[in-house]
């Protein structure tokens, strides 16, 4: 069974084809920068890899770009849109409905779209990339997984806010939990990794996004976004934490507006608002020049991660791993040293030799012996959407 997976973000669309059940990887590729004459594509087969730099300016023309990769005769991994048997779509928020992966129907795509004001950076393009495929597919079976799902096991004391009672059972106003797919992903690896029948397990997804998750035997018990893919550590332009009262002083007495605020909470704040750029690699290529702005946004960074380590620790009334995954975590080793840094009191301690080796699979770069193991794990979340497609089709 052939199954196209489409992770569409606010300005890029992640793809992979996979034969399931063997998780074999047909084709992969990215489109980045959609929305300017420099879109980035890549597109790579067993034999084959494609990167150009096109003017793209919307999903659609993406989705286009895609197809014809896919359809083209000497680079191409199919001989016609017929061949695909189904779309496995990630969408970011899925509110209190759904917490299984789901097929595609125009009330999901309602709900999709009445959700994307808690999730504007990403519900519209995820509801744009299944509008789309829909038309260019049209006898493939859509599916979504949903970023939401995985925390659906987070319980009561941690997903509820202090607000008046009606506001949870009647306005469904509580903490959600995003990057589920990734999180789920890397703590099972973890947990066939460490091969103990109940683990404690804090999962780090650090890349634009960032996020971390308290898994306890499997099982997502806590996790620092909360309403929104907004709340928690900072991020590459999203504020993560910060006290609601800074949201009345800049309206009322700022006179800044709504949308203003929104647009400087979620697109201008993060390592974006305190150094003047978004992409870590920058940051700490400044940071190594003495860049101060830039050092002090990486010790900010690393302290609020430290800071929900040992809430998180606390909460599972212990720890046997903590996970680095995502595009930072993956292959920021100075992110992972200045978090793990002065954490002896939680038998945490870094290999800094380990932590500097590079691979794409599973390591563990903690010091021999030490009690709290250390993984760094590739996320994989197209995969984890083929799996959970594959099994909802058959
Ligand atoms: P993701 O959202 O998972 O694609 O991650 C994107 C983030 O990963 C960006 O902020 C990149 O700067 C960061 N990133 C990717 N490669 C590296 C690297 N080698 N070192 C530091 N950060 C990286």
Redesign the pocket.
């Known amino acids: 069974m052939n199954i196209l997976i489409i992770n569409s973000g606010s300005s890029s669309i992640k793809y992979q084809l996979l034969e399931m059940p063997l998780a074999k990887i047909t084709c992969l590729g990215s489109i980045e920068r959609i929305g300017s004459d420099e879109a980035i594509s890549t597109y790579k087969t067993d034999t084959h890899k494609v990167e150009k730099t096109y003017p793209i300016l919307s999903h659609k023309a993406g989705l286009e770009r895609i197809t014809s990769l896919l359809l083209d005769s000497e680079t191409g991994v199919i001989n016609s849109t017929e061949d695909i048997d189904a779309i496995g779509h990630r969408v970011v928020h899925g509110g209190s409905n759904y917490t299984e992966t789901t097929l595609v129907t125009e009330e999901v795509k309602t709900k999709i779209k009445s959700l994307s004001p808690l999730a504007p950076l990403h519900n519209p393009a995820n509801l744009e990339g299944i509008l789309m495929a829909e038309e260019i597919f049209d006898s493939a079976k859509q599916m979504i997984v949903f970023d939401t799902a995985f925390h659906g096991t987070i319980p009561v004391t941690a997903k509820k806010y202090a607000l008046p009672n009606e506001l949870f059972e009647d306005k469904r106003i509580q903490a959600y939990g995003f990057h589920g797919t990734s999180h789920k992903y890397v703590s099972e690896k973890a947990n066939e990794y460490l091969n103990k029948k109940h683990t404690k397990l804090i999962s780090i997804?650090?890349?634009?996004?960032c996020s971390i998750t308290a898994i306890k035997d499997g099982k997502s018990v806590d996790h620092s976004m909360g309403f929104a893919p907004s709340n928690g550590l900072v991020m590459?332009t999203r504020s993560g934490d910060i006290d609601h009262s800074i949201i009345f002083y800049m309206v009322n007495t700022l006179g800044y507006s709504l949308d203003k605020v929104n647009e400087l909470l979620n697109k201008k704040s993060g390592?974006l608002g305190l150094t003047g750029f978004?992409?870590?690699?920058?940051i700490?290529e400044e940071a190594g020049k003495g860049n101060a702005q830039c050092i002090l946004a990486l010790e900010m960074n690393a302290y609020r991660i430290k800071k929900y380590i040992g809430a998180y620790t606390a909460s599972m009334n212990g720890l046997d791993a903590i996970i680095f995954t995502?595009?930072?975590g993956?292959?920021?080793s100075?992110?992972r040293q200045l978090i793990c840094k002065d954490l002896e009191y939680f038998n945490i301690y870094i290999d800094d030799s380990k932590n500097e080796l590079r691979a794409s699979t599973l390591r563990e770069i903690n010091t021999k012996g030490a009690k709290v193991k250390l993984l760094v794990i590739p996320?994989n979340e197209e995969l984890e959407i083929a799996k959970q497609v594959y099994k909802l089709l058959t």
Do not use: F, K, Q, W
């Open positions: 997804h650090l890349g634009n996004g590459g390592m978004n992409d870590l690699r920058d700490e995502a595009g930072i993956e292959n920021s100075l992110m996320t």
